[in-house]
């Protein structure tokens, strides 16, 4: 017995020593994985190097520089180094990435082997994808099961987990956290300064702190920076603010729609008075706001204009660069809910705190089905996401890959790369959270979501403007609804919509 | 003249557009007739029905006309007249006149997509320095957050672009003016403002004509500016035609009904022109 | 009065070259910035106001896996498409021009200013309609993604331009010129080529510099019909453009990109200059 033992002894340690040591060796050749060298896995450098494409050309079409294109156009170079092939990345904004992968494909082409997108695309373009194979998905074993869903239609995964991403609230913990301010807080209103716990308290501590300089660094302070500049993004924005209100665990069976009788809920009071919060907070935001695309929230909110943010992790990684100078400062935490949700069964208010996260789309990509290079295109997406890489890439900001497997969910990853140690449990926290939920809402991803969502925002910006009420608004929206499933065909919706639904109702 | 010259020259020009659009026109309207759209990429054949919708279901469409007429006839006639004013200015006794003609010039040789770019950080309400500088005189428009000033933003950054064209048609037109109506002119003593309404703006007409439908053409497909600035906003205030188009086809991938709005957009444009050639004509000419 | 003239004369040109060089001044100094001195409100001078950096022209040069794009590339893929596609437009074009200037064409109710409106109403259609068919059509002849291929598309684009505009030119020169020549003997060709030709070059220049410009500062076709072989400038630029809008990199980009028009711009000067049309006459 003690031989054995001894020799597997040995043997491990021998084995963890090999590999220790090409940890090293990688980590010194590619300095973007230094802090961690190689991490052994079906994927790693180790097993890249292995591999041996020359010859063989890789396209990718991937989003504009940096985000997600930076490390596109990374890892590629390491891959092309590792392995011999040649890769060849185009960048494309955000907005035009739909219409470039299909566009092609609608047209019997595949000029890209490898396609980024958005997650919600996946109902469009999955017919066009070919499926991550089996033994991709079984070493994905870290990867949480809402990013495994999001990355699925029902049983088939089509998109390889990259990213994660979600909306959660952003605040500037110098004025939140801060005594004075409190005490000045309560003074004034009678209420506690404190992280907003429903739209409502977020409402009145932005408004309250709108229009003057809170921080001493001679510039004018906003309540909150917000996308409402009707583009592509601003509709999440909506979702976000409207999810608490109108996501009831005790109504499942659809939150965009009734799932039985395909009726649109958009028009519902919940709805309505997230509406027509968002009306309010035009009060409350910087000049211009009612036009923030997404850039703008970003250099608003991380450039210390603002008290709070909520949408996308980009603006709280901003902030917590080392040159920034509200770096450290800033705090996340759950999306605000609300005191009452909607019951549709009812007919009435529950009045009861509800929170609901909105595990909003992000970055996806897939192999194209017509793609002659299958077999490198997965390796590299594989490696573009295993251990080494993807802790690397988390810790850049400006990379816009966010956490989407466990070991993220642990503060060391941040304190590592120099965050504050509240501030990085915080934010671990605030993901692990949400990923623990049960009422959670996902993005709507049947056919014809762009008209959708298209319609949503045409609505809201309406209402935004003033040139709606609310109410009014979303009854456009949802007429506009009815009509799209007039010709997409209900029954089609119904079906894409039903994952969806069970996703949220728990049944995935 | 000989039959076959006239040919000779038309044909190769004539023949190279015709063959290399046939395909696109005749799949335009092809496609209009059809249900395409991303989770439908058929030619399917659903008749007249993207038509039916367009005329009766559609305000959003025909809204996008009047204000496309509005900014179109807008931006091209501050074009025509800063433009004749420019040109007429720099035509001739004028210092440093060639450096001021090239640089007219420049607007227009940018891409729009990119200096748009550079005009919405212009007119940031909060980063840029147009309201940076107002707020010396203690006013900061909300250029692009008001529907009003919005289409305002739209019709400055339209004009600094294109008056340059106008600017270069006109002074083009007026260099190669004869000189013998001046010349009769300055011997019956008229003076330079008459000397404009009567000799060089009627002498100018024609180039006048061809300057304005060419722009107001260009001008209808405003698209860059509107995506940048406002992205049809804020509400629709800003939303044009082609924006609208552009909306249905690349974002919301409903190809056949951008196509049939393409297409009726084609024809109403045409009408439109048509009409407002023979108008110009009518009354320009006449002077 | 002439004074007073004079004064409103330098005065307006004045106010518009202040307007015109406005967002030039605005995207040099931007170009030196970065994302805390843009984010910190409206600043103008470096080294006063914000620390300068090369980030946003360093960009530009360097390859994607250090955050860049290389433009030098995309750069001449621009300028061999934009100018063969000109080219070709103009001598098509003016063939075309000169027809339909000089000859009287009838079929059936079709008239010689219908075919010119045909012409020019090709620049009416929004391109995005455009996309899907032209899509198809360069893949069936097997184009997508090459420099051919664009140049097709760019001639369609920019033929209109050349016929209207020369259309008009010559139909200020007088036909005198033409009788003249061929009761000299020669027959219509040389007429066109030896006497006609050599008087509208001024007209030719300016039909020239339009189509360069419109062909250069295309995005949209360029976007849609070509993917990694083939790269044009403002798709390239248009690269930076992800969730943190770059202003500093795209004022950089901006400035670029408009650098061989204003050579361009020079030379159209001259020629405008030197061309005097009624001078020819005599």
Redesign the interface.
């Given at each position: 017995m003690k031989l054995k033992t001894l020799i597997s002894t040995m043997a491990s340690v021998l084995l963890i020593g090999s590999q220790a040591a090409y940890a090293d060796k990688w980590g010194e050749q590619f300095p973007h994985i230094a802090a961690t060298g190689d991490i052994p896995g079906m994927c790693s450098y180790e097993e890249m190097s292995k591999k041996d494409y020359s010859g063989r050309t890789l396209t990718i079409n991937t989003h504009a520089i940096p985000v997600m294109g930076e490390p596109t156009a990374l890892h590629a170079e390491q891959f092309e180094k590792l392995t011999g092939a040649k890769v060849e990345v185009t960048h494309t904004p955000a907005?035009?990435l739909?219409?470039k992968a299909?566009v092609p494909f609608?047209a019997g082409q595949a000029p890209y082997d490898i396609v980024f997108g958005f997650s919600n695309f996946i109902?469009?373009w999955k017919r066009y994808l070919a499926p991550v194979p089996q033994k991709y998905v079984d070493q994905m074993t870290d990867v949480t099961a809402s990013h495994i869903a999001i990355a699925s239609w029902g049983d088939t995964m089509y998109q390889y987990p990259v990213d994660g991403d979600r909306h959660y609230l952003k605040y500037r913990k110098d004025v939140i956290n801060n005594p004075k301010m409190q005490q000045k807080y309560k003074a004034d209103t009678g209420k506690e300064l404190r992280v907003p716990q429903t739209w409502k308290e977020y409402a009145e501590m932005a408004t309250y702190f709108n229009g003057w300089d809170w921080d001493g660094d001679g510039e004018l302070e906003y309540g909150s920076a917000e996308v409402m500049?009707?583009?592509?993004l601003m509709f999440a924005a909506f979702y976000s603010r409207s999810a608490a209100y109108s996501k009831n665990e005790a109504t499942p069976g659809g939150f965009f729609f009734d799932l039985e009788t395909m009726e649109p809920l958009i028009n519902n009071p919940g709805f309505v008075e997230a509406l027509t919060d968002w009306v309010e907070a035009v009060n409350y935001v910087?000049?211009?706001?009612?036009?923030f695309?997404l850039g703008?929230e970003i250099?608003?909110f991380g450039g210390g204009?603002t008290l709070f943010s909520f949408s996308w992790d980009d603006a709280f990684v901003a902030a917590m660069q080392p040159d920034s100078p509200i770096a450290n400062q800033v705090g996340a935490a759950q999306l605000p809910g609300a005191n009452k949700v909607w019951n549709r069964t009812k007919g009435a208010w529950d009045n009861k705190p509800n929170q609901a996260p909105f595990f909003v789309w992000g970055w996806a990509v897939g192999v194209a089905e017509k793609s002659k290079n299958q077999d490198v295109a997965f390796d590299y997406l594989c490696f573009f996401a295993n251990g080494a890489n993807h802790q690397a890439d988390i810790g850049i900001g400006r990379f816009g890959v966010n956490p989407f497997m466990e070991p993220d969910f642990k503060a060391e990853v941040w304190t590592d790369i120099g965050w504050d140690p509240l501030v990085a449990k915080e934010y671990v926290d605030t993901l692990a959270e949400m990923e623990a939920s049960t009422n959670r809402v996902f993005p709507l991803r049947v056919?014809?979501t762009?008209?959708f969502n298209?319609a949503l925002a045409?609505g809201a910006?309406?209402a935004?403007?003033?040139?709606l009420s609310p109410q009014a608004a979303l009854d456009e929206v949802a007429a506009e609804w009815k009509?799209i499933l007039e010709?997409?065909g209900a029954d089609?919706v119904r079906d894409a919509y039903a994952i969806g639904v069970a996703m949220e109702d728990n049944k995935l | 003249?000989?039959f076959k010259?006239?040919?000779?020259?038309?044909l190769?020009?004539?023949i190279?557009?015709i063959g290399?659009?046939i395909?696109?026109?005749i799949?335009?309207v092809r496609?209009s007739l059809s249900?395409w759209?991303?989770?439908n990429?058929e030619l399917d054949f659903i008749g007249i029905k993207n038509y039916i919708r367009l005329f009766t279901?559609d305000p959003r469409f025909w809204q996008s006309f009047f204000r496309l007429s509005f900014l179109a006839i807008t931006t091209v006639f501050l074009q025509y007249v800063?433009g004749f004013?420019?040109a007429h200015?720099?035509w001739k006794d004028?210092k440093f006149k060639?450096f001021?003609?090239?640089?007219?010039?420049?607007?227009?040789?940018?891409?729009?997509?990119?200096?748009t770019?550079?005009?919405?950080?212009?007119f940031?309400?909060?980063?840029?320095?147009l309201?940076?500088f107002l707020s010396i005189f203690g006013v900061?428009p909300?250029?692009?957050?008001s529907?009003g000033l919005a289409k305002v933003s739209i019709i400055v950054v339209e004009v600094?672009q294109w008056t340059s064209?106008m600017f270069?048609?006109l002074?083009?037109g007026l260099?190669?003016?004869?000189?013998e109506p001046f010349l009769a002119a300055a011997i019956d003593g008229a003076s330079?403002f008459k000397k404009f309404i009567y000799v060089t703006f009627p002498l100018m007409a024609?180039?006048s004509i061809?300057a304005i439908?060419?722009r107001l053409?260009?001008a209808?497909?405003i698209?860059?500016t509107v995506f940048v600035l406002?992205?049809?906003?804020?509400?629709?205030?800003t939303e044009t035609?082609?924006f609208y188009?552009?909306?249905k086809?690349?974002?919301?991938?409903?190809?056949g009904y951008?196509?049939t709005a393409?297409?009726t957009?084609?024809i109403v444009?045409?009408i439109s022109?048509?009409i407002i050639a023979k108008v110009l004509t009518k009354v320009l000419m006449k002077e | 009065m002439p004074k007073l003239?004079t004064f409103i004369?330098?005065f307006?040109?004045i106010l518009?070259?202040c307007?015109?060089?406005?967002?030039?001044l605005?995207?040099i100094s931007?170009s030196f910035k970065d994302f805390n001195s843009?984010?910190g409100?409206?600043t103008?001078i470096p080294w006063l106001q914000f620390e300068p950096t090369l980030d946003g022209w360093s960009v530009l040069f360097k390859p994607g896996s250090q955050g860049g794009i290389n433009i030098i590339g995309p750069y001449f893929n621009s300028i061999f498409v934009t100018v063969t596609a000109s080219l070709i437009s103009i001598v098509?074009?003016t063939?075309?021009a000169?027809?339909?200037s000089?000859?009287t064409?009838k079929a059936g109710i079709v008239q010689n200013n219908d075919?010119t409106?045909f012409?020019?109403?090709?620049?009416?259609?929004?391109?995005?309609?455009?996309?899907?068919?032209?899509f198809?059509?360069l893949s069936s002849i097997g184009l997508l993604d090459s420099l051919a291929g664009l140049i097709?598309?760019y001639?369609?684009l920019l033929?209109?331009?050349a016929?209207?505009?020369m259309v008009?030119?010559f139909?200020?020169v007088p036909r005198e010129i033409d009788e003249t020549a061929l009761i000299d003997g020669c027959?219509?060709?040389q007429a066109?080529f030896k006497v006609v030709l050599p008087n509208s070059i001024?007209?030719m220049i300016?039909a020239g510099?339009?189509c360069i410009?419109f062909g250069?500062?295309d995005?949209?076709f360029a976007f849609i019909l070509t993917f990694t072989n083939v790269q044009l400038?403002?798709v390239k630029?248009?690269a930076l453009?992800s969730s943190i809008?770059p202003?500093w990199s795209?004022?950089a980009?901006?400035l670029v990109?408009?650098a061989p028009?204003?050579i361009?711009?020079?030379i159209?000067?001259r020629y405008?200059?030197k061309?005097?049309?009624?001078g020819a006459?005599k």
């Open positions: 907005g035009d739909y219409s299909m609608q109902n469009d500049k009707k583009d592509d910087p000049p211009g706001g009612i036009n695309g703008d250099n608003s204009q056919p014809g762009f008209e298209s045409t910006a309406k935004l403007a003033g040139q009509a010709r997409v089609n | 003249m000989n010259h006239k040919y000779a020259f038309l190769p020009g004539l190279v557009l290399i659009l395909f696109p026109i799949f335009t496609l249900g759209n991303s989770y990429p279901e800063i004013a420019l200015v720099v004028i060639r001021f003609r090239v640089l007219f010039l420049i607007p227009m040789m940018t891409t729009p997509v990119i200096m770019v550079i005009w919405r950080t212009f940031h309400e909060s980063l840029g320095p309201n940076d900061q909300p250029w692009l957050s529907p600094w064209f270069l048609l002074l083009a260099l190669s003016l004869p000189k330079p024609p180039i061809g439908i060419i053409i260009e209808s497909k698209m860059d406002t992205s049809g906003g804020p509400g629709t205030a035609s082609s188009i552009f909306i086809g690349l974002r919301e991938f409903q190809m951008a196509a393409s297409f957009y084609l444009m045409i022109l048509t | 003239y004369k330098y307006c040109v518009w070259a307007f015109v060089v406005a967002p030039f605005w995207a931007t843009v984010t409100g409206a103008y098509l074009g063939l075309a000169y027809a339909l000089r000859y064409f075919i409106f012409f020019i109403s090709q620049r009416i259609m929004p391109p995005v309609v455009l996309s899907i068919p032209f198809l059509f097709i598309v001639i369609v033929m209109p331009i016929v209207w505009i008009d030119f139909n200020r027959n219509p060709f066109f001024p007209g300016v510099l339009f410009i250069w500062i995005f949209f400038l403002p630029i248009v453009n809008t202003w795209l004022s980009a901006a990109s408009v028009l204003i361009v711009a020079f159209v000067e405008l200059s061309g005097n049309l009624s006459l």
